[in-house]
């Protein structure tokens, strides 16, 4: 199955500057990756979508980037806020089909004031 | 539309009960899944469900059971519990198997003693 590396020490930026989270995985590599955002208590709730053939993907402040031969997708949020504190997960489809998906620990970040 | 709906928040289980957590979603979604969230372990798939009728296993099935006898409802049946099984679990659904974005329940937090 597939094997996701998310940086599991806590990420800590001054407001204003652009936070920056990496995924790295192993074994094949998927058609599409996933972004999520978790807060304390909550569900994950989706974020963006990258596809294999897309080099980056953009959303309001968020922007996405998909190298597949570094096996790495990278999570870019400009002008952080206080507001963006929370726990940021990837996820990718396991090989074989989409049935199953794997989800990364998550990387939790905290933007200071 | 509620979105995914699950019950109940918090449940305190003796080694050896059984109980079934419920799942139900309103979007005509024909996949939905249970995740359980460990800290440190991220989210690990217990079983999925692409459609009515149909279910398979995910990546730590033992000691659950998931039927799916319509479109909305995913109830994850715990046999008979362990301390082992004390987690917070996940259901989400989406729209079909594939890239789509996965909707996430609040969650469950389970305790068994």
């Known amino acids: 199955s597939q094997k996701i590396e998310q940086n599991s020490e806590a990420l800590n930026i001054q407001e204003g500057k652009t936070a920056t989270l990496t995924c790295n995985y192993t074994?094949?590599?998927?058609?599409?990756l996933q972004w999520y955002r978790q807060d304390p208590g909550r569900g994950p709730v989706f974020l963006l979508l990258?596809?294999?053939?897309?080099k980056e993907k953009r959303k309001e402040r968020l922007k996405v980037t998909f190298d597949t031969t570094l096996k790495q997708s990278l999570f870019h949020i400009t002008a952080s806020q206080p507001a963006d504190s929370a726990t940021y997960l990837c996820a990718l489809p396991n090989s074989g089909g989409y049935q199953k998906v794997t989800f990364g620990t998550g990387t939790k970040l905290q933007v200071i004031p | 539309n509620a979105g995914v709906t699950q019950t109940p928040k918090f449940q305190v289980l003796k080694t050896g009960q059984s109980m079934t957590l419920q799942c139900a979603q309103d979007?005509?979604?024909?996949?939905m899944s249970w995740y359980r969230q460990d800290p440190g372990m991220g989210l690990r798939l217990i079983h999925y469900?692409?459609?009515?009728?149909?279910?398979d296993q995910g990546e730590v099935p033992n000691g659950y059971n998931v039927s799916r006898s319509t479109t909305e409802d995913f109830p994850l049946r715990l046999l008979s519990a362990a301390p082992s099984q004390t987690s917070v679990y996940f259901c989400a659904s989406s729209a079909r198997v594939g890239d789509y974005e996965q909707y996430f329940g609040p969650g469950t937090r389970l305790t068994v003693t």
């Open positions: 469900s692409v459609g009515a009728g149909i279910t």
């Open positions: 074994n094949y590599s998927p058609a599409y």
């Open positions: 990258i596809r294999e053939n897309e």
């Open positions: 979007m005509n979604h024909e996949y």
